[in-house]
């Protein structure tokens, strides 16, 4: 079974550029999740959708950041313009079901994320 | 008070050691706790869920302290292959977020030859 994909894996623009990252999550999962990671604030909660509906978006940091999701097998995250403190590692996670579930359903998988730098 | 607090080690153990991790959560209504390992410049991966009576898999005993808000990991006879960073996860605060989980920063774990 092919597990979270994400693309690109590595990303260096420059200030001021777009920046659009691709997930395709686990087939079936209902839940899909965009974190950011930096040493700093570790993994942040960016926005999560339930059934390609974003259900909370309020870790997204402002307006420059987007996230959409077309349908069941992909979403992206968009920066517009980037800035060097987006410089970061962004996953991309999906779930069968949220915590509280039971039988492993709330389990988080991750894809193997995008290391993002931003001149 | 931080949502989810770690701390960061890094933690130096020689192999075949025991060594144990705390993680304290500041919501009182949080159900659901758990403990994912993570490698270096490597996803985060589920290592075990935290249930309310304690669990055990193989090497890895993870116990939930409701009084106190704090869940553990003890990790016994250590492998070099244990080496890597242990994020403690908790559902996080109410008004509508009840189920979102809070990340703690994690911990540093090193298993030296």
């Known amino acids: 079974d092919a597990g979270v994909i994400q693309s690109p894996r590595h990303e260096v623009t420059e200030m001021g550029q777009e920046v659009t990252l691709r997930c395709k999550p686990i087939?079936?999962?209902?839940?899909l999740f965009w974190y950011r990671q930096t040493m700093m604030r570790g993994l942040e909660l960016l926005i999560y959708?339930?059934?390609?509906?974003?259900?909370?978006d309020s870790g997204m940091p402002e307006d420059r950041f987007s996230a959409k999701m077309p349908n069941a097998s992909f979403s992206t995250l968009k920066i517009q313009p980037s800035e060097p403190r987006d410089s970061a590692v962004y996953f991309c996670?999906?779930?069968?079901?949220?915590?509280?579930?039971?039988?492993?359903?709330?389990?988080?998988?991750f894809g193997p994320g995008t290391r993002l730098t931003v001149l | 008070r931080k949502e989810v607090e770690q701390d960061p080690g890094p933690f130096n153990v020689p192999e075949g050691a025991t060594v144990a991790f705390n993680c304290t959560y500041s919501?009182?209504?949080?159900?659901?706790f758990f403990w994912y390992r993570q490698d270096c410049r490597k996803e985060p991966k589920l290592l075990m869920s935290?249930?309310?009576?304690?669990n055990e898999d193989g090497r890895f005993t993870a116990q939930l302290n409701r009084a106190s808000q704090y869940i553990s990991l003890l990790i016994r006879d250590s492998k070099l292959s244990d080496s890597a960073t242990y994020l403690c996860?908790?559902?996080?605060?109410?008004?509508?977020?009840?189920?979102?989980?809070?990340w703690g920063l994690g911990t540093s774990l090193a298993v030296n030859p």
């Open positions: 996670a999906s779930s069968l079901r949220l915590a509280g579930g039971w039988g492993g359903t709330d389990t988080q998988y």
């Open positions: 919501n009182s209504a949080s159900q659901s």
């Open positions: 996860v908790v559902n996080g605060p109410d008004a509508g977020n009840n189920r979102k989980l809070i």
């Open positions: 935290v249930y309310s009576s304690g």
């Open positions: 959708f339930n059934n390609n509906v974003p259900i909370d």
């Open positions: 087939s079936g999962h209902d839940y």
